[in-house]
């Protein structure tokens, strides 16, 4: 790995035809830390994730990368820099999985060039950081989802970048799985100091798994920070419009969030909750 | 796939993965049973053709009746490899651009646009000679197809799998009609069309080959140079993208080289079904989900598929011969019929 890479936006406006999904943001990713974006349903989160992956020119400011404007960088330089995991990839049918992850070597290859050695060493040391070197030469189909999960990370690991985007990683996947796959994504950035930026839907594992916590409301930036400023009743309220009581994780000490329904909380009496139901 | 669970993995063992042997042995069995159909093409036709006669024809310059016949056969072979292949290679990189297991020339409108673009050169413009076939042939596909996909990229989500089948298939029977709509109040000229219009390459020469194999050459090279881009859009565009490829680049001169194989290929041996569609499919189940693998099979087995059906539609039907196109058509129907049901091809 090279030099730490450097990852910003500038007044980063993005939206689809008419409609304006992210006004103005002004945003730094920590370099070597991990970075968690959470949001309500359509707040524009994986829209972001998805400029800073140059998947989506901004109609207005840029997406930084070392100091350069990422859209205008050659695709496959920036490619060697950032990777991307997006939400729902698609496996050919019947691939191997060594030959699924050995894609991620393409923006190392030339076009006629033949596999390399240091190709071979980047997907063997994929395999075997996401524990998925006994799983080479079975067929993707075949695996669950947690192992087709890892096998996905391997591939953005063979890719060698020291920016990794993943939307959403844990989508679809059991707590078992989920927790099994933030733990490999922090693994990565413990040992190889890879810079990791996700969103993800599941507040409480957010503020676990975070070094910094960005909450996007509206397209806009809400809060950003260590996850011990960020996750509170308040930002709660403000970005979810759910009412909560927000207490220190008795695993991690990271703060940990308790939604309040109308039901089953032992404070709230119904008949408060109607009432502040028929105020507001 | 029985080809990814060959080998072994070993620490220090750098080729580990890809399963390189077995599927080199595919391509070697490719070029030996090749090779076997090429022999079969020159020895067997509509005249019945004594051993002597077929060596002679090579080894002495008589010029028999029999040693004509076979001498024949050697271009109608070639111009046969050289379609089948073309045809193969072309809707191996149409399914793979679009990610969609059924789009092949025929269903996305190549075919047809090359068709019609053919009909109304000879109907209106008194086209005639081979090369104007091929240009005509292979603007009329590339219009056709751009159309096509402009209709299936209408509405929400661009262009999805479905979409450009159904605007392909609309497309397809409104050309068809089109064609007809042209021939029918020409008698004339539907006499020249017809043989063309079945899909046959009896009519080959060597003049004919040498005319159309720059435009095969140029269109296999463009889409040589996309064949790892085609490996990375087989993974969605997003993925792809986030791999370094300019997605829309690589579609752009994948179909390109797509349309001048396809559109070449049916100007000089008329429309043919099937191949496009069936071999790719038969391909993947022999060598895997690789383009470079892939591309290179999905050539022999369409060179082998066109030669075998020349081969047959020569012998079932003397003293008279059935064209090739015909026959692709019976064997690859039921085929492909065969090739869905396994579960293999659901999707790509």
Redesign the interface.
């Given at each position: 790995m090279t030099d730490a890479h450097t990852l910003h936006t500038e007044q980063l406006s993005l939206g689809y035809g008419d409609r304006v999904v992210v006004d103005s943001l002004d945003l730094t990713i920590p370099t070597g830390r991990i970075t968690t974006i959470v949001g309500a349903n359509a707040c524009g989160k994986s829209t972001l994730l998805?400029a800073m992956?140059?998947?989506l020119a901004p109609r207005n400011g840029r997406v930084v990368l070392d100091g350069k404007d990422l859209h205008r960088l050659p695709?496959?330089?920036?490619?060697?820099t950032l990777?991307?995991?997006?939400q729902?990839?698609?496996?050919?049918?019947?691939?191997?999985v060594?030959?699924l992850v050995?894609?991620?070597r393409?923006?190392h290859?030339k076009?006629f060039a033949r596999?390399s050695?240091e190709d071979?060493a980047a997907?063997?040391s994929a395999l075997e950081a996401t524990g998925t070197?006994e799983l080479?030469?079975r067929?993707v189909d075949e695996l669950s989802g947690g192992q087709r999960q890892r096998v996905w990370i391997a591939m953005a690991l063979a890719?060698q970048t020291d920016l990794l985007l993943l939307d959403e990683p844990t989508t679809f996947l059991d707590v078992t799985h989920q927790i099994e796959v933030l733990d490999l994504l922090t693994d990565l950035n413990r040992q190889r100091g890879t810079t990791i930026v996700m969103v993800l839907h599941d507040l409480n594992l957010a503020a676990r798994y975070a070094d910094h916590l960005i909450a996007v409301a509206g397209g806009a930036l809400h809060a950003a920070g260590s996850p011990a400023d960020v996750l509170t009743a308040a930002t709660v309220r403000e970005v979810f419009g759910l009412e909560s009581e927000v207490v220190a994780d008795p695993t991690s000490g990271k703060p940990m969030m308790l939604p309040i329904g109308r039901y089953h909380a032992r404070q709230v009496q119904p008949a408060t909750a109607t009432a502040t139901e028929a105020s507001g | 796939m029985s080809a990814t669970l060959l080998t072994r993995p070993g620490p220090d063992d750098a080729m580990m993965r890809r399963p390189v042997p077995v599927r080199l042995l595919v391509l070697l069995a490719g070029v030996a049973v090749l090779v076997l159909a090429a022999a079969l093409s020159v020895a067997f036709g509509t005249r019945i053709v004594a051993w002597q006669d077929i060596v002679s024809a090579f080894t002495t310059s008589a010029d028999g009746i029999a040693e004509a016949a076979v001498r024949q056969r050697v271009p109608r072979t070639v111009l046969a490899m050289l379609v089948g292949a073309s045809l193969g290679v072309a809707g191996a990189v149409l399914q793979g651009l679009t990610r969609n297991p059924l789009a092949d020339p025929m269903i996305l409108g190549i075919t047809p646009g090359a068709s019609l673009a053919v009909v109304s050169g000879i109907a209106f413009f008194g086209l005639s000679t081979a090369t104007g076939y091929i240009w005509v042939a292979i603007v009329g596909a590339a219009l056709a197809s751009a159309f096509v996909y402009t209709i299936g990229s209408l509405g929400r989500g661009g262009p999805t799998p479905l979409k450009l089948a159904l605007s392909g298939a609309a497309t397809t029977a409104a050309f068809t009609s089109l064609i007809s709509a042209i021939l029918l109040p020409r008698i004339d000229v539907m006499n020249v069309f017809r043989f063309w219009q079945v899909g046959g390459v009896g009519g080959a020469s060597y003049s004919r080959i040498g005319q159309v194999l720059p435009f095969l050459v140029v269109g296999a090279l463009l889409c040589l140079v996309c064949v790892r881009g085609l490996n990375t859009l087989a993974l969605g565009d997003d993925l792809a993208r986030g791999l370094g490829e300019r997605v829309m680049v690589t579609r752009i001169v994948a179909f390109l080289g797509a349309v001048t194989l396809c559109g070449a290929a049916t100007a000089v041996a008329g429309p043919i079904a099937f191949v496009g569609l069936v071999v790719p499919h038969v391909c993947r189940l022999l060598v895997g989900v690789d383009h470079r693998w892939l591309l290179a099979s999905a050539g022999l087995l369409g060179a082998i598929l066109l030669t075998v059906a020349d081969v047959v539609g020569r012998i079932v039907a003397r003293p008279s011969e059935i064209d090739v196109g015909i026959v692709t058509a019976i064997i690859g129907a039921p085929f492909f019929i065969y090739v869905v049901r396994r579960q293999k091809v659901r999707a790509l």
């Open positions: 998805r992956a140059r998947l695709t496959k330089e920036v490619a060697r990777g991307l995991l997006p729902s990839p698609i496996a050919p049918e019947g691939i191997a060594a030959d050995g894609r991620g393409h923006p290859q076009v596999w050695r071979e997907v063997l070197t080479a030469d067929s890719q | -």
